[in-house]
């Protein structure tokens, strides 16, 4: 991609709405601009990077076995009713309308009704399961306090999951296999998380946990074991039932990206979704519900990397792995090189944003560093007469010359 065409309104200030790095980054990046209170556009820098998050969701979550559907954004009331939830919400977090016909409807905040619903008109015998099913989707929740970006928006974008079992047994075995996945998600992404025992809250059920991404700015307080036996969100803490005493604890901040729960009934039981047995009885589906925030992962990935210059971005969720920079666009040498390696990347299927603007060093030099791609390649006139090019890794500042056409190992 060429600096000059693409769509990358990066600033130079700092927005004065911004509270946190994140927020601030993403902004000044040109990566996301705000429409509404919690509501956002994704620029396409933005979108490269939750295109790289929701690849290794989506990679994870096949390999777990779970399948990918496409459930409605809007759903009808009657399925909430079945529930009780649709009166449970009735300030805050459902986004409720009517349409023509007089039929009330919401905006999905999540999707164990519709997916319940999905269940029990298809599913029938206890051959079909375990079952689980997943989609990558916006989600609306008209949350009470938006705040810091897209890290607690209003419109946002998540990964959902529901298994469907026979019993508990089987129930806790697709926890395991999900909670697994997600170890192997956030381990793939390079951050830096925890695991702690959550209130089930809204959703129901008796078995929750938390993937939390450690960071000063997080909303979330952690109490942790050092020996690693205990670990809860305070909301969760019971004197009681830990056996560490309470100054021994330590505390963390912690962004919540993942919630993982075990359902058990609350679902399948008011929405009549069973399964056959074998000896021809019904049981109601056991189920459990897996979220990640993807929209919100990003900016916890900023959050703990992140330095004065600009965002520090891992190789997996960069938006590109190179930022080519020539830094005389008007002499032909350089010129001539710095095609040349566009073109070279591109056949290697390295991903390059190539700075070919008439821009002074400084501004081509602080663009990408707050961009902050893995790696910078820059063209200038003293190090192409001697046949290479200086490459700079942007976490760890270090320069190094290499001949014209090679790269730096580990690219
Ligand atoms: P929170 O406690 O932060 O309000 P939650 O526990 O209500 O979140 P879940 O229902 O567990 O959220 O949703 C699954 C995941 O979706 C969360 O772990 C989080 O990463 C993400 N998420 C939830 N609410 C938001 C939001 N308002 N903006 C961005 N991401 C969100
Ligand atoms: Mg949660």
């Known amino acids: 991609m060429r600096c000059s065409s693409y769509f990358l309104p990066t600033l130079k200030e700092n927005p004065s709405e911004a509270k946190v790095p994140s927020h601030r980054l993403m902004l000044r990046s040109g990566m996301i601009r705000m429409v509404t209170a919690g509501v956002y556009n994704w620029l396409p820098l933005g979108l490269r990077v939750i295109r790289k998050v929701e690849n290794i969701v989506r990679e994870e979550m096949d390999k777990a076995g779970a399948q990918?559907?496409?459930?409605?954004?809007?759903?009808?009331?009657?399925?909430?009713?079945?529930?009780?939830?649709?009166?449970?919400?009735?300030?805050?977090?459902?986004?409720?309308?009517?349409?023509?016909?007089?039929?009330?409807?919401?905006?999905?905040?999540?999707?164990e009704e519709i997916v319940t619903d999905l269940f029990r008109g298809n599913v029938k015998s206890y051959r079909e399961v375990p079952v689980m099913l997943y989609q990558i989707q916006t989600k609306f929740r008209d949350e009470t306090r938006p705040r810091f970006g897209i890290m607690r928006g209003r419109e946002f974008m998540m990964k959902d999951c529901y298994s469907f079992d026979i019993n508990p047994e089987n129930a806790l075995k697709s926890y395991n296999i999900m909670k697994d996945a997600y170890h192997k998600i956030f381990t793939r992404l390079g951050l830096d998380y925890r695991v702690v025992l959550s209130d089930s809250g809204d959703i129901g059920g008796d078995l929750s946990e938390e993937f939390q991404v450690l960071a000063e700015n997080g909303e979330d307080d952690l109490l942790f074991d050092p020996n690693g036996e205990y670990a809860v969100n305070v909301e969760k803490h019971n004197p009681e039932k830990c056996n560490i005493p309470e100054d021994e604890l330590q505390k963390a901040k912690g962004i919540e990206v993942g919630n993982i729960f075990y359902l058990g009934e609350t679902y399948s039981k008011p929405m009549k979704a069973q399964i056959?047995?074998?000896?021809?009885s019904d049981v109601n589906a056991f189920m459990g519900c897996y979220g990640i925030g993807v929209s919100r992962t990003v900016a916890a990935a900023i959050e703990q990397n992140n330095d004065e210059k600009g965002i520090?971005?891992?190789?997996?969720?960069?938006?590109?792995?190179?930022?080519?920079?020539?830094l005389r666009i008007k002499d032909d040498e350089c010129n001539k090189v710095a095609e040349e390696m566009y073109e070279l990347m591109q056949q290697k299927g390295i991903e390059v944003l190539y700075d070919d603007r008439d821009e002074n060093a400084g501004t081509k030099f602080a663009n990408m560093d707050l961009i902050g791609l893995p790696w910078q390649a820059v063209i200038g006139p003293k190090s192409i007469k001697n046949?290479?090019?200086?490459?700079?890794?942007?976490?760890?500042?270090?320069?190094?010359?290499?001949?014209i056409g090679t790269f730096p190992e580990g690219i």
């Open 68 to 111: 990918e559907v496409f459930m409605p954004m809007v759903q009808p009331a009657e399925l909430w009713q079945e529930t009780g939830r649709w009166d449970k919400y009735d300030t805050g977090l459902l986004l409720k309308f009517k349409d023509r016909h007089d039929h009330a409807a919401c905006l999905g905040p999540t999707h």
């Open 276 to 280: 056959r047995l074998q000896d021809g």
């Open 312 to 326: 520090v971005w891992s190789k997996e969720m960069a938006p590109f792995n190179v930022g080519l920079i020539n």
């Open 387 to 403: 046949g290479e090019i200086e490459w700079k890794n942007r976490k760890t500042d270090e320069h190094i010359n290499l001949p």
